[in-house]
């Protein structure tokens, strides 16, 4: 009974897609985690949720449907006019940002990871973005996205929205010129071909959200400037998720994502 009760939650393990061709590459609350908060998830990035499997999977499940709940009172709420269309992108990435992505802390990497579970199995950089924006309610092909490179993810993400590309020889001006195209808020960041993540900006300081290959080898927050990925790629494709009207609009109205 457990286990058909797994399956109507959609918690079980997806089976392993098939894939022709590897891609090499490789975040309603309505209060944000404060910046000390983040500050300490970057001193120690090991953010574990430390239980067992039936609490992982009941308090994830809990999460979505929250996330869930929340998308169909905003929906009502805009239709209304009791709320603006500001309210849903602030309300939309801290549920993100400090509700779903939370539990995944922690979870190691592997380049072929797909783990649906947090911290049970493993999970792939490209797979930690389709998998938290699917949990939070886009109605996305988590397979179709995580196979795709940084760039196509980007498109696909962008739901025809600008593409900002960042090209720059040192870290130093990459981090410049990415702080000025960017305003509070949550971004899906690409690494030229070979990694993605989320990019958070908040309280003016920008973090990189990540299923890391390097150490920690697990999805982590850490601030942009330290990440030894980042210092590792010259080029970028920046895509708004909080800011990314035509995004969030078919998140309220259950729209495919394509």
Request: aromatic share 10%; glycine share 6%.
């Amino acid at each position: 009974m457990f286990f058909s009760l797994l399956l109507t939650l959609g918690l079980l393990n997806d089976p392993p897609p098939k894939i022709d061709k590897v891609v090499n590459h490789g975040v309603a609350t309505e209060k944000p985690l404060p910046l000390k908060e983040i500050n300490s998830i970057n001193v120690s990035p090991n953010y574990i949720y430390k239980t067992d499997l039936d609490s992982i999977v009941a308090s994830y499940a809990s999460t979505k449907v929250d996330a869930d709940q929340l998308r169909l009172r905003l929906k009502e709420g805009l239709r209304m006019g009791t709320i603006s269309f500001d309210n849903i992108k602030t309300a939309f990435t801290n549920q993100l940002v400090d509700k779903i992505i939370p539990h995944w802390y922690g979870t190691p990497w592997s380049f072929g990871g797909h783990t649906t579970i947090p911290n049970q199995g493993k999970i792939a950089c490209g797979y930690f973005i389709s998998t938290t924006l699917r949990d939070m309610g886009i109605n996305l092909n988590r397979y179709k996205l995580a196979q795709k490179s940084p760039f196509d993810e980007a498109k696909m993400i962008s739901c025809g929205s600008e593409i900002n590309q960042i090209v720059q020889d040192t870290p130093e001006k990459a981090l410049e010129e990415i702080n000025g195209l960017t305003k509070e808020g949550l971004y899906f960041i690409g690494f030229d071909e070979g990694h993605v993540g989320y990019l958070l900006k908040r309280e003016g300081e920008l973090f990189l959200i990540h299923s890391n290959y390097l150490a920690p080898v697990a999805v982590c927050m850490e601030t942009l400037k330290e990440s030894r990925v980042f210092k590792r790629f010259t080029k970028f494709h920046l895509v708004a998720i909080s800011h990314n009207e035509a995004l969030l609009q078919r998140w309220l109205d259950n729209g495919t994502v394509l």
